[in-house]
């Protein structure tokens, strides 16, 4: 432990003699065994090391949760960031860590872009409802948080400016999936109120390699950042490749809107396909690549009319999932909820008449009760019919 101590940069070795790990609680409890842990993150033994992160995982980030632990180990895990250890590889300790190969280096970036995502929740209740896993009654059932959650999210918060820090180098780096998990950490940490002046340099970075990317994978990525941050990606909405032009028409603020939404829509059109874009989700996202570009083309719209036949098609589909698809789309169709005090447009009809004919797609299962009640709508197949 000694030797390691010793080899650790000197912030990192500040942070672990001068914070009171006592005061602090994780997941299981009293925080001070994460100290083990930490340095056993530049360990030699590769296995000890994927214990380690995965001890991350479980206590320190449970299920995306924040701690009063949390921000002090990120700032750990940002300060160690370039300890030479870091380009060692990194083995996956739980069964489903996929993916390709990887570095410490990568793996740990990875892991403060899962921290700055979750201190990102709640921050933008837009930007949260164009997340793909977003449920209309997560607002509703949002409570307060007690004093250790409200003090865990605002020291994850106010650290983000010296995670950024030591994130944006490994933008540029030789390695790609390190360079990759850099993206990743850098998409929801400029997103931040506080470093929206820091954008500017970031996207001229990227923008920079962007012509000399060989691969669709960092090109689309890529621009989905560019997108999300909020820059004008009209540029690549012609791009050669439907997946970079997909993932530049992902961001909120489109300067082309109607050409950004027709990108969406003919993705939309040909789900197998966008869906084989990408064998492994890009930086931030998750499931099914579509269910991304659904909720970013029902957030797009400015009326349900905009998106009804394509959304028509997914409900009659068979295929589609309700929590994904077919609620959003509900919702979306009806954002106020139904007023029974005024009639159905064509629109509506025809997707509700879609809901009644797909097997499935009404009643109790599959989720499908949760959204119709959202949309203030019988969840039952003869409730839907008497509408119409």
Do not use: K
Not at 16 to 26: G, I, K, M
Not at 65 to 74: D, F, G, H
Not at 89 to 111: I, M, N
Not at 297 to 320: C, D, G, N, Q, R
């Amino acid at each position: 432990m000694t030797r390691i101590l010793s080899g650790l940069p000197t912030a990192a070795r500040e942070l672990l003699v001068e914070t009171d790990w006592r005061s602090l609680r994780h997941a299981y409890g009293p925080a001070e065994d994460i100290l083990v842990s930490l340095c056993s993150l530049v360990d030699e033994d590769p296995r000890v090391r994927s214990e380690a992160l995965a001890a991350l995982d479980m206590a320190v980030l449970h299920q995306g949760s924040l701690y009063t632990v949390t921000a002090p180990v990120a700032l750990f895990v940002a300060a160690i960031l370039d300890h030479p250890m870091g380009s060692a590889e990194h083995e996956g300790y739980f069964p489903w860590d996929g993916g390709p190969p990887r570095t410490l280096r990568a793996a740990l970036l990875g892991w403060l872009g899962e921290v700055a995502a979750s201190a990102a929740y709640g921050e933008d209740p837009v930007r949260d409802r164009a997340h793909w896993q977003w449920e209309p009654w997560h607002d509703a059932a949002r409570r307060e948080h007690d004093p250790d959650e409200r003090a865990a999210l605002h020291a994850c918060r106010s650290i983000r400016p010296a995670l950024y820090d030591s994130v944006e180098p490994f933008l540029s780096s030789a390695d790609a999936h390190v360079r990759e998990a850099a993206l990743g950490a850098a998409l929801p940490l400029l997103c931040a109120p506080g470093l929206t002046d820091r954008v500017p340099q970031a996207v001229a970075l990227l923008r920079a390699r962007l012509g000399t990317m060989e691969t669709r994978r960092e090109r689309a990525g890529v621009a989905r950042a560019l997108g999300v941050w909020g820059t004008d990606t009209s540029d690549l909405l012609a791009d050669s490749d439907p997946a970079v032009r997909v993932c530049a028409a992902l961001g909120p603020a489109q300067v082309d809107r109607p050409r950004a939404l027709a990108v969406l829509l003919d993705a939309l059109r040909e789900p197998r396909t966008t869906d084989s874009w990408f064998s492994e989700p890009l930086p931030g996202l998750d499931g099914r690549f579509r269910f991304t570009v659904l909720r970013s083309a029902l957030a797009l719209a400015e009326s349900f009319e905009e998106v009804a036949p394509v959304a028509v098609a997914i409900v009659a589909s068979h295929t589609s999932i309700a929590d994904f698809e077919r609620g959003p789309i509900l919702c979306r169709a009806f954002p106020g909820g139904y007023d029974p005090a005024r009639p159905l447009t064509s629109a509506q009809r025809d997707l509700l008449r879609a809901f009644v004919r797909t097997d499935g797609a009404t009643g109790g299962i599959a989720g499908n009760g949760s959204w119709f009640r959202a949309a203030g709508l019988p969840g039952d197949r003869d409730g839907v019919v008497a509408l119409l």
